[in-house]
């Protein structure tokens, strides 16, 4: 970012930091728990307000990203247990859009795509890497749900009726 804004990077982290203390942004950490050539340094920075982001997918994950943040916040409110939201990458560039973690252990494993189509590389890997979480495709237009090689592919609307309770 410092590099495409032509200033220096003390000034993008002081901008972010700011944006930060003001709710505008929140980031999203990336996950690296005992998985090889994980990238560990790059957040997601996400919108408070899903609207200003700047297409039709960016909102949409935007979107998912709020859902799962007040999840988990809600949940560390009302058990007690420690919840995390994080984003996956590698080296080999797989990426998983969001890992919810449960006691720091993998819950669910979540990639959001506008339509429903083959699973993504990172999903395929991290579903060896996890065995005990739960795996989700989520769409924002409808689909035939169905569950294939134990990743459920599934609607937005049907994953928050079933899977986020407040």
């Not at 769409?139 to 609607?155: A, H, P, W």
């Amino acid at each position: 970012l410092a590099q495409d804004l032509d200033i220096s990077p003390p000034t993008v982290k002081s901008w972010i930091q700011h944006l930060e203390r003001l709710y505008l942004i929140f980031a999203v950490a990336p996950y690296s728990k005992r998985l090889k050539r994980s990238i560990k340094k790059d957040k997601k920075y996400f919108f408070y307000d899903c609207s200003l982001s700047n297409s039709e997918g960016g909102k949409f994950e935007n979107l998912v990203a709020m859902t799962l943040l007040k999840f988990c916040h809600f949940n560390e409110d009302m058990t007690g247990e420690n919840w995390n939201l994080f984003h996956f990458r590698d080296k080999e560039k797989r990426e998983v859009d969001f890992v919810i973690e449960r006691n720091n252990a993998p819950y669910w494993v979540i990639e959001v795509k506008t339509k429903q189509d083959n699973f993504n590389k990172g999903l395929l890997y991290l579903k060896e890497e996890m065995p005990k979480a739960a795996f989700f495709q989520i769409s924002l237009e409808k689909c035939l749900e169905e569950k294939i090689y134990g990743i459920q592919k599934l609607s937005y609307a049907a994953f928050s009726e079933r899977f986020i309770k407040y």
